[in-house]
């Protein structure tokens, strides 16, 4: 075993074995707890090291650490990446080659393997239960463990049986570990893992690197190609709320030039293995998916993420905007939002036959969703307090940060905009009455004698955009609905919409205005911790790294961050190390790496720098 050959100090493990200097917030005190034998729970954001909490320990205590996922692509790309700092890892799950199945089990029975990789289901069937009370076991982890939470956004019922762990494995440690768990969640997955004694580790939510967005759609194709010019050559995420959509919007992109592939379930399961892997690759694809995609793949350099529908909770839009900027560089997300999609998603939950408990709680969450489209103030701020975290200042990297929204009093037009969808009868859509209020004659105003009602014209000085973002925002607030089993109808919710036509409740909304287009791209390592140490990058030694990782990860069937991250890379060729000594400095260069790859990342920089300058180590 791994912790008995080599190493029994924590801080040696992060540095001989992953390259890290040191430990990062939360990491140091859930490692030393969980090495004493203590149950822990870890919430950390994407990117913020949550692996090492239990990796560290499973290395250093005796005996197998079993890791429990979800997420084949995630165990995949974990036990690819521990592999190649030296670690015996394997996985078990329900696409592993039989033959390395059989090497896996026979390597954890002779307690050669340091971690074990597996799914609820296999370890909960297959007999892998049995199998691991025989062997010595350092500790459990149970990852993305917010699935194990009736209250969570990816409930997953199989993970509630793994609170027979303790029962059937006493005075194993567990870690439960996630990224996205409001306060509900959190006890309740204490509660359903039987943690309850368990200290909790909590690090901030705020992503830094990330810029949040969201903007009212108008024609979303149109904006979606203006925000991928600026990403041109690079790698990201479109979320669409639909199978149809994926591909229809994936064939858009094409046709306009842009490497996009759809991904979505009801794919054929060929085409979706093949799309994963370009995208494991490090291709510069754009890939149009429905929500479960991204889940569990590690690649760092995803440089944004756009929802062309709104996901139903602030939980469900972390995780997803959270498969961006990974490797802590600047990254972008955008939020597309209308009022149409609020009334659907309203629908559907209206609809769903979830219990009513588990709805309020789930009614409650799309609301909040709801304020964070139409926020006016800082919205990483409105997005934190989702969580239980204040944020003490601005955060000066969101769209309102940037450029703060016009707030206007429209009561007097929240009125007007209300008694026309009344005076029509409450059965036409939004630009009927958007006709209305502006005068405008059109065939079905005057085919419905809709010219003659009082309201007609009322609201002429008001554009029509002006109109149609107030009837988005009523929506919102849900003095308005929509008809979504009929043609899209308009109708009043009276408990609302009565205070507002009295003039009891005054209206202060967001002026909707053309945003500054943004034709820059933000530098490498704005408010990130990934700025390159040792001075500035040399472009061409750092595309020579990467032309060579590159093809060494082609040659092992392996991502190519598995090997280094481009923040590696970028760090490599800033320093420009002469010796393996010097390279052994490099944040992410452990020793394992530094035997396997030292050499020839060396002979890389030595073929592109002067003759002269590199000294052999």
């Not at 006016?376 to 003490?392: K, P």
């Amino acid at each position: 075993m791994f912790a008995e050959t080599m190493l029994s100090d924590p801080a040696q493990v992060l540095r001989q074995v992953f390259g890290f200097p040191g430990f990062r917030g939360q990491q140091e005190p859930a490692v030393n707890h969980v090495m004493a034998g203590g149950d822990a729970l870890v919430l950390m954001p994407t990117g913020g090291g949550k692996s090492i909490c239990y990796q560290v320990p499973a290395l250093v205590r005796r005996g197998t650490a079993v890791i429990v996922s979800p997420l084949i692509a995630l165990m995949d790309d974990q036990v690819a990446a521990l592999r190649q700092v030296g670690v015996n890892a394997g996985a078990l799950h329900s696409e592993i080659d039989p033959a390395e199945a059989r090497s896996i089990t026979r390597d954890l029975i002779e307690q050669q393997l340091d971690l074990l990789y597996v799914s609820p289901e296999r370890l909960l069937g297959n007999g892998t239960m049995d199998r691991l009370s025989r062997v010595q076991l350092a500790l459990f982890a149970v990852d993305e463990a917010h699935c194990v939470s009736a209250w969570g956004h990816e409930f997953r019922p199989e993970y509630r049986e793994l609170a027979r762990i303790p029962d059937m494995f006493p005075g194993v440690p567990r870690i439960a570990l996630t990224a996205t768990a409001d306060p509900r969640t959190q006890q309740d997955i204490l509660t359903a893992l039987r943690m309850e004694s368990a200290k909790v580790f909590v690090s901030s939510f705020h992503r830094p690197n990330l810029r949040l967005s969201a903007a009212p759609k108008i024609g979303e194709t149109a904006q979606l190609l203006e925000f991928l010019q600026r990403h041109k050559g690079e790698c990201g995420i479109v979320y669409c709320g639909s199978r149809a959509k994926t591909e229809r919007m994936a064939a858009k992109l094409t046709e306009k030039g842009f490497p996009a592939l759809p991904f979505h379930a009801g794919l054929d399961p060929l085409l979706k293995r093949e799309s994963l892997t370009r995208f494991r690759s490090g291709e510069p694809l754009v890939v149009v998916a429905t929500i479960a995609f991204g889940m569990g793949i590690d690649r760092p350099d995803v440089r944004f993420v756009v929802h062309l529908d709104m996901p139903d909770s602030p939980e469900a839009y972390y995780q997803q905007i959270g498969r961006a900027g990974r490797d802590g560089d600047p990254a972008d997300t955008l939020l597309l939002y209308g009022g149409q999609d609020v009334a659907q998603a309203r629908h559907w939950l209206a609809q769903s036959s979830a219990p009513d408990a588990r709805k309020r709680v789930m009614r409650t969450k799309l609301e909040e969703m709801v304020a964070l489209t139409e926020a006016v103030t800082c919205r990483t701020r409105s997005l934190l307090t989702c969580f239980g975290e204040a944020l003490d200042c601005e955060c000066g990297h969101c769209d309102n940060c940037e450029a703060p929204p016009i707030t206007v009093d429209a009561s007097t037009e929240a009125q007007m905009v209300l008694s026309a969808v009344y005076r029509t009868d409450q059965i036409f859509g939004a630009a009927h009455i958007v006709a209305v209020l502006r005068g405008e004659k059109t065939e079905g105003v005057l085919r419905h004698g809709h010219d003659r009602l009082r309201t007609f014209g009322v609201g002429a000085d008001h554009a029509g955009t002006f109109w149609r973002g107030l009837i988005r925002q009523l929506i919102a607030l849900r003095a308005l609905d929509v008809d979504t089993e009929g043609h899209g109808g308009l109708f009043l919710v009276q408990d609302e919409a009565r205070p507002i036509l009295r003039g009891e409740v005054r209206v202060t909304l967001r002026q909707d205005r053309p945003r500054p287009v943004r034709t820059d791209r933000p530098e490498r390592g704005r408010g990130a911790a990934a700025v390159p140490v040792g001075g500035p990058v040399d472009a061409s030694l750092y595309e020579a790294l990467r032309l060579w990782r590159l093809a060494e990860a082609k040659g092992q069937a392996i991502p190519p961050y598995v090997i280094f991250h481009d923040s590696v890379l970028r760090d490599i060729a800033a320093l420009r190390p002469t010796t393996l000594d010097e390279l052994a400095q490099v944040k992410g260069v452990g020793a394992s790496k530094l035997e396997r790859y030292g050499r020839h990342v060396l002979g890389v920089l030595d073929a592109g720098l002067p003759d002269g300058l590199m000294k052999r180590g």
